[in-house]
């Protein structure tokens, strides 16, 4: 089925977002999150992706993201961080001995998978990304504040550039976990 929202520049930039199944909590445990983050970290070095800002919360994921001119296809780049994380996270959560949650976790991404005809054995990521080209100043400004925001308006954190799993402290002046490309 198509979808509204597809990466028709190549060159664009492009704020996504991508959730797991069910809007499940999944990134409360940092394990899963560094997961996420060396899966970033590799698409960029091996892939072509230039990270722009970004934002892990407990169910979902906010990227403004683009590509080096001699990058893969943003799309394939999504679709293969999307499907090698998955496979990752689910054992992850299917291994670790303090994840309380595995058996609930384990059910629901098997019964999604068993649902949706794209995959094999599990769904982790619900299918779409949800890209939204960043044309004007405006735009990007906009998704910037709305993506560090976003730990402040949940109530995890009082300033964003608190928030670990962000890049608002890079936009503060810091250091942050990922190496990212200041807009």
């Known amino acids: 089925m198509s979808r509204k929202y597809k990466i028709l520049d190549p060159?664009?930039?492009?704020f996504v977002s991508f959730a797991v199944?069910?809007?499940m909590d999944v990134f409360t445990r940092r394990e899963y999150n560094d997961i996420l983050l060396e899966s970033l970290e590799y698409c960029m070095k091996n892939k072509g992706l230039r990270v722009h800002a970004y934002v892990i919360m407990t169910s979902h994921v906010h990227l403004i993201i683009s590509r080096r001119k001699s990058g893969r296809e943003l799309a394939f780049i999504l679709g293969d961080f999307k499907k090698f994380t998955s496979r990752k996270?689910?054992?992850a959560i299917e291994n670790n001995p303090q994840e309380s949650r595995r058996e609930w976790m384990m059910r629901?991404?098997?019964s999604a998978g068993k649902q949706?005809?794209?995959?094999?054995?599990f769904q982790f990521w619900q299918q779409h990304n949800h890209p939204i080209?960043?044309?004007?100043?405006?735009?990007?400004e906009q998704r910037l504040e709305y993506i560090h925001q976003n730990p402040v308006a949940a109530g995890i954190v009082l300033?964003?550039?608190?928030?670990?799993?962000s890049s608002a402290a890079d936009y503060a002046g810091e250091q942050g976990l990922l190496s990212i490309e200041l807009l």
């Open 108 to 110: 629901a991404f098997r």
């Open 21 to 23: 199944i069910h809007w």
């Open 116 to 121: 949706n005809p794209n995959n094999k054995e």
């Open 159 to 165: 300033r964003a550039e608190d928030y670990l799993y």
């Open 133 to 140: 080209e960043l044309a004007t100043t405006e735009m990007i």
């Open 89 to 91: 996270l689910i054992h």
């Open 11 to 14: 060159d664009g930039f492009y």
